[in-house]
C-alpha cells in the first residue's frame, strides 16, 4: 500500500564492506529524507534532498554517503560501518520539505 | 530550531480506557502537527493532523487538540484497544522554512 519501497529489508554487513540501500517513491513527490531509528534515538533526521537537491545533512558520518539521481530515487551508500550503526534505516517522502512525511517499510541494517 | 518533548515515554492503559499523549514545541511560528503510529516492525504511519488554524480536530476514537499559547498539542485515544499498542510520535513544523521535528516517541500498550 505504501508509495515509498525500500530495497534491501534487511542487510547483514560486515565492518569493511560496502552496501547501499535503496528507495524508491511512487508518489510524485519532490523530497525525500533519510531517517535512522534506533533505540536511543526514536528518529534521528539524516539526510534530505529536494529537488535532487541536499536540503539538509544532520552532522552524519562520512561512512554514510546519499545519492539522489532524480526525484523519484534515493540511495544510501555504506562503508566501513560500525556495529553501533546497526539499526532502522527509514526513507521517507513528501510533496516538499515542508509537508507530510510517508516513511517506507524500513531497512534493517545490521553490522557484524 | 524547533524542539519537540513528548511525554510520557511509555504508557500502560487497560482495553476500554482512555490514553492521553503530550507534546510541546519550542517554536511559536510553528503551525503544522501531524502524528505518527509505528506498530512493532512497520513504518510510521500518519494517523491525524493539525493545523494552527484549529484547536481540535477528531477521527472516530483519536482526536488532537492544540494550545498555541501554551505551545502544547495532545493525542487522545478513546475506547482503547489492544491494536492501539505501538509507538506514537508527535511533530511539529513552521511553513516558513523549518522541516518536521519529531518528538522522542511514547511506547502505548493496551491491555486486554
Known amino acids: 500500500e505504501t508509495g515509498v519501497t525500500q530495497t534491501p529489508r534487511h542487510l547483514v554487513m560486515g565492518m569493511t564492506n560496502k552496501k547501499s540501500l535503496k528507495c524508491e517513491q511512487h508518489l510524485g513527490h519532490n523530497a525525500m529524507y533519510w531517517y535512522k531509528q534506533s533505540a536511543k534515538k526514536p528518529l534521528e533526521l539524516m539526510f534530505v534532498y529536494s529537488l535532487e537537491e541536499r536540503v539538509e545533512n544532520n552532522s552524519v558520518p562520512s561512512r554514510f554517503s546519499p545519492e539522489c539521481p532524480n526525484s523519484s530515487h534515493l540511495f544510501l551508500h555504506l562503508h566501513t560501518l560500525q556495529p553501533e550503526d546497526s539499526a532502522l534505516y527509514l526513507c521517507?517522502?513528501?510533496?516538499?520539505?515542508?509537508?507530510?512525511?510517508?516513511f517506507g517499510e524500513g531497512s534493517w541494517l545490521t553490522v557484524v | 530550531g524547533e524542539n519537540v518533548e513528548q511525554h510520557p515515554s511509555t504508557l500502560s492503559v487497560q482495553e476500554g480506557d482512555s490514553a492521553v499523549i503530550k507534546c510541546t514545541y519550542s517554536?511559536?511560528?510553528?503551525?503544522?502537527f501531524p502524528w505518527y503510529k509505528q506498530e512493532l516492525g512497520k513504518r510510521p504511519q500518519l494517523i491525524i493532523d493539525?493545523?494552527?488554524?484549529?484547536g481540535e480536530k477528531k477521527d472516530q476514537r483519536i482526536a488532537v487538540t492544540l494550545n498555541k499559547t501554551a505551545k502544547h498539542f495532545s493525542l487522545h485515544i478513546t475506547e482503547t484497544q489492544p491494536e492501539d499498542s505501538a509507538v506514537y510520535f508527535c511533530?511539529?513544523?513552521?511553513?516558513?522554512?523549518?522541516?518536521?521535528?519529531f518528538g522522542g516517541g511514547t511506547r502505548l500498550m493496551v491491555k486486554p
Open positions: 517554536d511559536s511560528a510553528s503551525n503544522y
Open positions: 493539525i493545523r494552527s488554524n484549529v
Open positions: 521517507a517522502s513528501s510533496q516538499d520539505w515542508r509537508n507530510t512525511i510517508y
Open positions: 511533530a511539529a513544523t513552521a511553513n516558513a522554512g523549518n522541516m518536521l521535528t
